[in-house]
């Protein structure tokens, strides 16, 4: 199985700052149609899992641009270019392109 | 819009079965698969299977071969998720997600089922 590593574990960010989420595979996640199946998703207190970025660097409609994904191969990243009270929740990296399909740990981030 | 509306919560006895259904609506059901993820308390998601919706062809995750069922009603575009011989380390809350046709990529998520797994 492809194992995904993300880090740190935990982001205290100040409001207004920046952060970055790392994601690594343990295999290159690129397909054979030319796409890399790498996703994020943000999970806040009590809710359900939501897509924020597929094919590693594409947002879904409705998530603010301040949320960008870059990466190739095994490496990856997710950037909050201006952290936001309603970005805190954990966060995790999903790789689509071998079965099964695995999950990063996850990284929670809170406000300092 | 896209929704998934999954059934209700449940407590099992060690041993018991479950069985979770998904209702699908807002999209062509059967362009479509769904995989089944679950969370257990405290801890990260993990992905248990998928399921195409048109087909009911199915890929388990190893570790719930034997024990996971998952199977497809085309007239009501709902997916059920059956766990057989339930242990304590199986209460979790299950979600269920729109999933494509062959490569991984969840979109839309369930609003969870906790299943509690309690003698």
């Known amino acids: 199985d492809v194992v995904m590593t993300q880090s740190p574990l935990s982001l205290p960010v100040t409001l207004g700052q920046p952060a970055s989420i790392s994601c690594r595979s343990s295999?290159?996640?690129?397909?054979?149609?030319?796409?890399?199946?790498l996703n994020w998703f943000q999970q806040r207190p009590g809710q359900s899992p939501r897509r924020l970025i597929y094919?590693?660097?594409n947002r879904d409609s409705g998530v603010p641009d301040r949320f960008s994904g870059s990466g190739s191969d095994t490496d990856f990243t997710l950037k909050i270019s201006r952290v936001e009270a309603e970005d805190v929740g954990v966060y995790y990296c999903?790789?689509?392109?071998?079965?099964?399909?695995?999950f990063g740990g996850g990284t929670k981030v809170e406000i300092k | 819009q896209v929704h998934l509306v999954q059934s209700g919560a449940e407590v099992k006895k060690p041993g018991a079965s479950v069985k979770v259904s998904c209702k699908a609506s807002?999209?062509?059901?059967?362009?479509?698969?769904i995989s089944w993820v679950r969370q257990a308390p405290g801890q990260g998601l993990e992905w248990m299977g998928w399921?195409?919706?048109?087909?009911?062809?199915?890929n388990y995750a190893q570790k719930l071969q034997g024990r996971v069922s998952m199977i497809t009603d085309t007239s009501t575009s709902t997916v059920y998720m059956e766990l057989r011989s339930l242990r304590s380390d199986d209460t979790a809350v299950y979600y269920c997600?729109?999933?494509?046709?062959?490569?991984?990529?969840?979109?839309?998520w369930g609003q969870g089922t906790l299943v509690t797994v309690s003698s």
């Open positions: 997600a729109r999933d494509q046709k062959t490569t991984g990529t969840t979109d839309y």
């Open positions: 807002g999209y062509t059901f059967t362009s479509y698969g």
């Open positions: 399921i195409d919706a048109y087909t009911g062809d199915t």
């Open positions: 295999r290159s996640l690129a397909y054979s149609d030319g796409n890399t199946y």
């Open positions: 094919k590693v660097s």
């Open positions: 999903m790789q689509g392109t071998h079965w099964p399909l695995t």
